[in-house]
């Protein structure tokens, strides 16, 4: 058989890159990714940091860990995530730390409330917290319990916060932060994507509230922004915080949240004056047009749009060496490899600052490595059962 040919290497991934006080040797990421094997109690173990430790060994810039959750109970969408909320998981995560510095690799905690898309066998029976009583459409799926891919499972009611929910959560995330900067994390991803409780107080289809925390995307945005105040006063200056975005949802992926570069200008302001340092945006792919052509007609990404509207750095998620969505394959596709240099495309228009890859990853650890060598063609591709096995 004959050898694989080795492709040109995609210069613009490998320049270094400065995000508020990290310095990254390169512009791949690795993309928050949910795995849930940290069992009951939410602690990760040796095998979590040696997954995290072998994609950092191959010299992938930064590391976003999967959603961690910031209370065990009304927080937890899934079985077996972990939490950054007690003794036990802060201790846990601190090996995870070491391990990936150790590797040479920098890391980053992804902290998580899932609102209403939480699930009363994941949080203990406890009723989901949404910004209003408004119960979420669609299947609830998990993705590493293939029991749930046939649909069966609805979601629930969840119950509108009070502001006495709101100050307790806002407290959650900054005591979160804090136990992250005591393990050693090297800064902080703020999940306020996919549907998930600070993404429902963006979304007017989900925030309905009669208070301050509605109205305009500025008011739609004030929760968020309390979030980001509290965590960057446990965090200081130097520890990078970023937000992640999306338009969609993991329970509706034809959602839309912000309809016009306006719209997303008041959020993204907003939580650039509340003490982000970057974003961290998720598409179907890394160029899916953010808005309808007469809000953009040059059809450009949601990744663009933040970057241009905030100045600041943003790593861009979806689809990155891959033929098929996250939603595609969640529902049993076949991916197909294909070139980085779609990608990196985007680094080259100045659209994005970071390529962060997701599934390709999760099948590929050495996924930088085979890149950097130019043998991407090399890549496994993604396949649903790929998610029951941490490797």
Known sequence: ???????????????????????????????????????????????????????????????????????????????????????????????????????????????????????????????????????????????????????????????????????????????????????????????????????????????????????????RARFACEVVAAVRGELGGEVPLLMGLSQFAVNDFAAKTWHTPVELAATVQCLKAAGVDGFHVAAHRIDTPAFAVDADPQQRSLAWHVRQLSGLPVSAAGGVTYSTSIGESLMGADSQVTDPAEAVAALQAQAVDLIAVGRAMLANPDWTAKVRAGRWRELTPFRREMLASLV
């Open 1 to 219: 058989m004959a050898e694989p040919v080795a492709m040109p290497v995609p210069e613009a991934l490998f320049a270094s890159l400065r995000v508020g006080g990290v310095e990254l040797p390169n512009r791949i990421a690795m993309a928050p990714m949910t795995r849930s094997f940290c069992g009951p109690q939410g602690v990760p173990d040796a095998a979590v940091a040696r997954y995290y430790a072998a994609r950092a060994a191959t010299g992938t810039g930064l590391l976003f860990t999967e959603g961690t959750v910031v209370d065990m109970a009304s927080a937890r969408g899934y079985r077996g995530v972990p939490g950054l909320c007690d003794d036990a998981q802060e201790a846990a995560w601190r090996a995870v730390v070491d391990a990936v510095h150790a590797a040479g690799g920098r890391i980053m905690v992804q902290l998580w409330h899932c609102g209403r898309l939480a699930h009363p066998r994941a949080t203990g029976d406890a009723q989901p917290l949404a910004p209003s009583a408004l119960t979420a459409s669609g299947p609830y799926i998990d993705a590493a319990d293939p029991g749930t891919f046939d649909g069966h499972l609805a979601y629930v009611e969840p119950r509108a916060m009070t502001q006495t929910d709101i100050d307790a959560v806002v407290a959650s995330f900054a005591q979160a932060a804090a136990r992250a900067r005591r393990a050693g994390f090297d800064g902080v991803l703020l999940h306020g994507a996919s549907g998930y409780l600070i993404h429902q107080f963006f979304n007017p289809d989900s925030n309905r509230r009669q208070d301050d925390y509605n109205g305009d995307a500025a008011a």
